[in-house]
T-cell receptor
């Protein structure tokens, strides 16, 4: 069965510290993975997708098919990074049906 | 562009009543997804619709839930005879085309069943 696992409910770091939000997936097909972010009082929005291989707001994520992981990383956390982060898997099939993880709340302290 | 609109933002219903949740996609978007988020859980896919068509309703409970996206007007998620377990946040997202990878989310409707 398709599944996305985010093992940490809460990740608490100090400003300037490195951040890694973990995401593991289970899917027998060719995965397409995303990170979505929800800042306080804002809507869920796309942060990045693995195919684009870009860095957004200093965040990067690499798809590791061997470990079935798509961890989100940032070398130096900023207070404005505090938010809820969701990893999501899109199932192949011509449209973008998303399977979400439970989310990790990132709290960056000054 | 106002983005995806959902109303109401908060809805309180007594057990047995009907709940109607509305979603207006972004201008130019003809594809709508509905997701449900229970407390402490991630968003769970419910249904994917195009104008006048239900494409994938594999995440919809078999009874009491229905969805539509008419040619004119918003998409509607209808829950009949609500029960306490239906209390959740319901999100809709729209995209401009079938294969579009980015979904634009609405602010959600928080349904509370008393």
């Amino acid at each position: 069965a398709q599944r996305v696992t985010q093992p940490e409910k809460l990740l608490s770091v100090f400003k300037g510290a490195p951040v890694e939000l973990k995401c593991n997936y289970s899917y027998s097909g060719s995965p397409e993975l995303f990170w979505y972010v929800q800042y306080s009082r804002q809507r869920l929005q796309l942060l990045l997708r693995h195919i684009s291989r870009e860095s957004i707001k200093g965040f990067t994520a690499d798809l590791n098919k061997g470990e079935t992981s798509f961890h989100l990383k940032k070398p130096f956390a900023q207070e404005e990074d505090s938010a809820m982060y969701y990893c999501a898997l899109s199932l192949s099939g011509g449209y973008n049906k998303l399977i979400f993880g439970a989310g990790t709340r990132l709290a960056v302290h000054p | 562009n106002a983005g995806v609109m959902q109303n109401p933002r908060h809805l309180v219903r007594r057990r047995g009543q009907e709940a109607r949740l509305r979603c207006s996609p972004m201008k130019g978007h003809s594809h709508v997804y509905w997701y449900r988020q229970l407390p402490e859980e991630g968003l769970k896919f419910m249904v994917y619709l195009q104008k006048e068509n239900i494409i994938d309703e594999s995440g919809m409970p078999k009874e009491r839930f229905s969805a539509e996206f008419p040619k004119e007007g918003p998409s509607i998620l209808r829950i009949q005879q609500v029960v306490r377990g239906d209390s959740a946040a319901y999100f809709c997202a729209s995209s401009p085309d079938r294969g579009g990878y980015e979904q634009y989310f609405g602010p959600g409707t928080r349904l509370t069943v008393t």
